[in-house]
């Protein structure tokens, strides 16, 4: 049944961003900084709920928050920084102006692995450029929605109703895809999701911001720094349990460090710590359901059928604990399975020899998805093949990091069933504005464009 809170929701956001809107700017980033100096006060306990509902560790918690407060003061700059561009006029005493003006209400729907980061990289932006929100948190996260939203209470005075969370699973997701009065639709998750709510959205000719599932690869090359790599692709692969959108889950090496680089990657999935997340020598806690783990087993017993080398992968007991402890998975492949072109939302990393570069970028971008991607080398000529239009087909390509952890200050986001969208920093505030273009004639003629001539008689 529709969350009967629906209509009353969206009813106040629309009356609030209609006054929203006619606030300067500037003094809209001065409440954003003041929601981020709330957010530092309260980071330890919102990264304590994070780590309660997405069973994240820590570090990892804390650091979402930081992505928060960050956005926050990015957002501030952003303010006094939303330019239209100024264009010659072909014609006599005209000038040609860009004008950026507030979309109105935008609808976030958003997944359970960033409960509060992806929040912030679309609330920032959207309050900034003049807009009011709605979100529909995962249903995996209402405590840390409820988190975010007491802590802009505390700071918002009359502008508390800019963020409104609407609590609830699928139908009220669609809900939002369907109203007229929502005009932006920002949807994370699965890709599967993105193919459902898309054409509800398009049907009604809404505007939509797609951030979906991804299937990173990295490369790693001869001249590569293996003690960095190593690292690099351990993080990517098994941080936050492998359950990151950015996620490294294929791996290409040259077959002159193959054997090598498979025998310190088993050393150091061997050496993690895998524990409860509140305490603070884990660097893996458990997965986030029993479904999650039913996908992982589900997909190595398909390939342990067709005699492909697992190791690892198994859960583990962890102090009595019924959550769904696991071992990353490292799969040795002689050949793509067709497991590998699919997202499975787990730490499984499938490692592939390759002997000529070209070919391994060929393999990297050989799926439906691309959202990050990777090329561990010293050599120049590979570094600078893989971020070049032959390259990489991805939204994100790094050279000498893995696959994950991105930086606020760039657009993140992905090509393919990735979706599209661009979130974050650079000019991904522009998705959040409708741009006018305007023409103003400051002469006492009225001359028309293209030499037209049009007689008044
Ligand atoms: P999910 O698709 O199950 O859910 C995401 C959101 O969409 C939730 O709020 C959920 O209620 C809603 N939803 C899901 N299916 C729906 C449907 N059929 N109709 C209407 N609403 C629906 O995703 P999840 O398990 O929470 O998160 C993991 C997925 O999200 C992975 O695929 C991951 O790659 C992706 N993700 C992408 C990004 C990105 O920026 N590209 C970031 C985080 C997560």
């Known amino acids: 049944m529709k969350n009967k809170n629906y209509e009353i929701i969206v009813n106040k956001s629309k009356d609030i961003s209609l006054r929203w809107r006619s606030v300067p700017a500037p003094q809209r980033g001065e409440l954003i900084r003041q929601f981020g100096n709330e957010l530092r006060l309260q980071k330890e306990s919102l990264a304590k709920t994070i780590t309660k509902e997405a069973r994240k560790i820590q570090t990892e ?16 700059g952003l303010s006094r920084q939303l330019y239209g561009l100024t264009m010659p006029s072909e014609r006599p005493n005209h000038r040609l102006q860009e004008l950026w ?28 450029c003049g807009n009011s929100i709605i979100w529909k948190p995962s249903p995996h996260s209402n405590e840390c929605a409820k988190g975010i939203k007491d802590a802009w209470d505390k700071v918002s005075g009359e502008f508390s109703d800019l963020i409104l969370v609407l609590e609830g699973g699928n139908e009220e997701a669609v809900s939002i895809c369907k109203d007229n ?16 709510l898309a054409p509800v959205v398009s049907a009604r000719l809404g505007k939509l911001l797609l951030e979906l599932g991804g299937n990173n690869a990295a490369i790693v090359c001869p001249s590569a720094d293996l003690d960095l790599t190593i690292k690099g692709i351990a993080f990517s692969a098994c941080g936050t349990t492998g359950q990151r959108c950015t996620s490294l889950r294929r791996l290409f090496v040259h077959k002159d460090i193959y054997e090598d680089c498979v025998r310190r990657l088993k050393k150091c999935f061997d050496d993690l710590v895998i524990g409860c997340p509140s305490k603070e020598d884990s660097q893996i806690g458990p997965l986030i359901s029993k479904n999650s783990y039913d996908s992982m087993q589900h997909v190595l017993d398909s390939l342990r059928n067709k005699n492909v080398e697992v190791i690892g992968g198994e859960r583990l007991e962890i102090e009595d604990s019924d959550e769904y402890y696991v071992k990353p998975a490292l799969v040795l492949v002689k050949n793509i399975e067709d497991e590998m072109l699919t997202e499975t939302f787990a730490p499984v990393l499938y490692v592939k020899e390759y002997e000529e570069i070209e070919d391994a970028i060929y393999m990297q971008n050989n799926v439906s998805q691309g959202l990050s991607s990777s090329i561990f080398t010293n050599d120049i000529r590979e570094s ?68 037209v001539e049009f007689d008044e008689g």
């Not at 918690?61 to 501030?76: H, N, R």
């Not at 003006?101 to 900034?128: D, K, Q, R």
């Not at 790094?398 to 990735?418: M, Q």
């Open 61 to 76: 918690s804390l650091g979402e928050v930081q992505e928060a407060i960050d956005m926050c003061d990015f957002a501030v």
């Open 101 to 128: 003006h507030p979309l109105g209400v935008v609808g976030c729907i958003t997944a359970f692995n960033f409960p509060m980061a992806v929040f912030a990289w679309n609330f920032c932006l959207a309050a900034v």
């Open 181 to 196: 009065r929502i005009t932006l639709v920002s949807a994370t998750g699965s890709t599967q999701m993105g193919k459902e």
């Open 384 to 451: 600078e093949l893989f971020l070049s239009e032959s390259g990489s087909d991805c939204g994100i390509a790094n050279v000498n990091i893995g696959t994950s952890g991105a930086e606020i200050g760039g657009a993140f986001g992905g090509e393919k069933d990735t979706g599209g969208g661009r979130e974050s920093g650079s000019d991904a505030w522009k998705n959040y504005m409708r741009r006018v273009t305007a023409t103003i004639n400051y002469g006492d003629e009225l001359p028309l464009a293209q030499g």
